[in-house]
């Protein structure tokens, strides 16, 4: 009869291009992962937190470029964190893109908040007070 799934693409190119590179993407971090994980020691390289076999799911591979298409055999793109971790590493870089990240930046936006203005604002009203450099 007319069926249920009609019109929801079932099967379709799309759907297994798609299914196709969730697998790539699955087997590709089993395969670094794997690697990593026999390179370097089962330790944080944050917190220095360990790992047995026991929660070895907790840890994971970070890359230091965060290029997750760069995987030297070496290993030196990757890094093991803990989960808490490599959480922490990647809202820095989402910071460090949308900010620029640098503390000077960050200084620099301190000045333009709106203490700056409440400042001259309590100056005004005060008619000139003469005493707030103490
Ligand atoms: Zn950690
Ligand atoms: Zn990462």
């Known amino acids: 009869m007319a069926g249920s799934d009609k019109g929801l693409g079932k099967g379709s190119a ?13 087997e590709r971090e089993r395969g670094y992962r794997e690697q990593a994980l026999k390179l370097y ?3 944080c390289g944050r917190c220095a937190r ?8 907790e840890l994971t591979v970070h890359h230091v470029n965060h290029d997750h298409d ?17 959480d922490e590493e990647h809202s820095k870089f989402a910071n460090f893109i949308r900010y620029g990240g640098t503390t000077e930046n960050k200084k620099q936006a301190a000045t ?9 604002a309590l100056k005004g009203s005060q008619g000139g007070g003469s005493n707030d450099q103490a």
Request: glycine share 4%; hydrophobic share 40%; charged share 25%.
């Open 41 to 43: 020691p089962w330790i």
């Open 70 to 86: 760069c995987n030297p055999v070496d290993g030196s793109n990757w890094e093991l964190l803990c989960l808490y971790c490599h």
């Open 112 to 120: 333009h908040n709106p203490f700056a203005g409440l400042r001259d």
């Open 14 to 26: 799309a759907d297994k291009a798609l299914d196709a590179q969730r697998r790539y993407i699955a």
């Open 50 to 57: 360990e790992f047995t076999r026991a929660n070895l799911r």
